[in-house]
């Protein structure tokens, strides 16, 4: 993860305004990842690693009308499946992953997405945050996957400062409001990814600036900050 910018913790009651206001801008966030059971889901979150989602989507169209079960992806054979996902970063790994799993979920798990961390762990490709995603949003559990996005904003706003994905998640988990915590993962990566970016934060347009810890805001495009004398 990138080194961001170390600010002050944000206050609890600060947290829970940002919060109220995701929610009240979009009560039910989703996704960006296209799938149609919890097979796919898996199989795209392990595509998606070091690639955008528009792009495994637009690999993941054909493979998943080809095959939507582990049965299916494990008939299809690794030249296949690579064939299909060699427009995604690192495919030739991944498209072996695919395999590896489909026959692993057929072999230990009767063709089933097992509902645990461990379980999915234990399948190759799936790390901590692979397996927080499918729990999150298939099973709904209130996992938090820390991604890049999340990571740069749990510590630029001063939510959950930490040096590892996994302390800005532990952090995150005591913070966020209870009554949010399903969604806390969708609202947080989308904020990073479409308003508080990795360059330049677009603070001139964002729904949170008032409680955000970061400093300076960045002003809008052409527009220097008022000078104060």
Known sequence: MATVKKVKALTRPAIDAIFDRFHEIEPEPK?????VNAFTLLVAVVLSAQATDVGVNKAT??????ASTPQ????????RITELVKTIGLYRGKAKNVFTL??????????EVPD??????????????????VLNIWFKQPAIAVDTHLFRVGNRT?????KTPLEVELKLTKVVP??????AHHWLILHGRYVCKARKPECWRCEIAQWCNF????????KPLAKHV
């Open 31 to 35: 996704g960006e990842l296209d799938y």
């Open 61 to 66: 169209k054909e493979l998943f009308r080809l």
């Open 72 to 79: 299916a992806m494990v008939a299809l054979g690794v030249e």
């Open 102 to 111: 489909s026959q692993m979920l057929i072999d230990l798990h009767g063709g």
């Open 116 to 133: 645990n961390r461990e379980a999915l762990e234990a399948l190759p490709g799936v790390g901590r945050k692979t397996a927080n995603v």
């Open 158 to 162: 001063g939510m959950a400062i930490g």
């Open 178 to 183: 209870q009554k949010y915590m399903l969604h």
């Open 215 to 222: 400093e300076p805001k960045s002003p809008p495009p052409n």
